[in-house]
Antibody, heavy 119, light 112 residues
C-alpha cells in the first residue's frame, strides 16, 4: 500500500541547514508528485513545494531562496533541504501525495517529523 | 497569494446535530474545466491531516457520506450531518487553483 515516511534530525540550531528524507513505498516517484507541507505554531499549515513525476520542482516563494527539493528514484526517496533556519521554522514537516497523479491535493500523508530550531 | 479564511463553530456541537464550516477565498477558485479547486481536510488530535473532499464536492475514498462540500467561486461550506465523536478535530480548507497552494487557518470541532 502507499506509504510515506519522513526522517529528520529533530533538533537544528538557528542558521543551520535542515535536511529531511521522505521514503516512499507502494508507488513510483516517476508517476506521482511528492509535496512538502509543514505545520508551525505561527502559521499553521503551509505548502512548501513539490517535485513532479518528471523531476522538476515548484516552490513556495516564501521559502524559495532557501529551499530545495530533490529525489533519488532508485532509492524511492525525496529530500527537502532548507538553509538559514530560524526559530519560526519549528514545526512538523510532512511529505504527501495525491491519489491520481499530478493533482494538488493530499490523499496520503507521512506521519510527519518534528523539527525544533533552537540553540 | 490566495488567502483562505475560515469561520468558527459554536462549540461544542451536540452529538447528532449537524455542523457547517465556512471557508472564503480572496479570488474565485473556478478552474477553466468548470470545477472548483477547493479541498477539505480533517486533522484529528495527534494525527496527520486526512483528505475529506476534493474539487469542492467530491468525497475522497472511504469518507462517510455524512460529509458534503458545496459552494460557489469564493464561498464554500463543509457540512457534517449528525456529528459523531470521531469527527472531533480541526478542519482545513485548501485551494489548488494556483501556486502557492494555500490553506485556511483551521476550524476546531468539539462534540458535546
Amino acid at each position: 500500500q502507499v506509504q510515506l515516511k519522513e526522517t529528520g534530525p529533530g533538533l537544528v540550531h538557528p542558521t543551520q541547514t535542515l535536511s529531511i528524507t521522505c521514503t516512499v513505498s507502494g508507488f513510483s516517484l516517476t508517476s506521482y508528485y511528492v509535496q512538502w507541507v509543514r505545520q508551525t505554531p505561527g502559521k499553521g499549515l503551509e505548502w512548501m513545494g513539490l517535485i513532479r513525476s518528471g523531476g522538476n520542482t515548484e516552490y513556495n516563494s516564501e521559502f524559495k531562496s532557501r529551499l530545495s527539493i530533490n529525489r533519488d528514484t532508485s532509492k524511492n526517496q525525496v529530500f527537502l533541504k532548507m538553509n538559514s533556519l530560524k526559530t519560526e521554522d519549528t514545526g512538523v514537516y510532512y511529505c504527501a501525495r495525491d491519489d491520481y497523479g499530478g493533482l494538488n491535493w493530499f490523499a496520503y500523508w507521512g506521519q510527519g517529523t518534528l523539527v525544533t530550531v533552537s540553540s | 497569494d490566495v488567502v483562505m479564511t475560515q469561520g468558527a463553530l459554536p462549540n461544542p456541537v451536540p452529538s447528532g446535530e449537524s455542523a457547517s464550516i465556512t471557508c472564503q477565498s480572496t479570488q474565485s477558485l473556478l478552474h477553466s474545466n468548470g470545477k472548483t479547486c477547493l479541498n477539505w481536510y480533517l486533522q484529528r488530535p495527534g494525527q496527520s491531516p486526512q483528505l475529506l473532499i476534493y474539487w469542492m464536492s467530491t468525497r475522497a475514498s472511504g469518507v462517510s457520506d455524512r460529509f458534503s462540500g458545496s459552494g460557489s467561486g469564493t464561498d464554500f461550506t463543509l457540512k457534517i450531518s449528525s456529528v459523531e465523536a470521531e469527527d472531533v478535530g480541526v478542519y482545513y480548507c485548501q485551494q489548488f487553483l494556483e501556486y502557492p497552494l494555500t490553506f485556511g487557518s483551521g476550524t476546531k470541532l468539539e462534540i458535546k
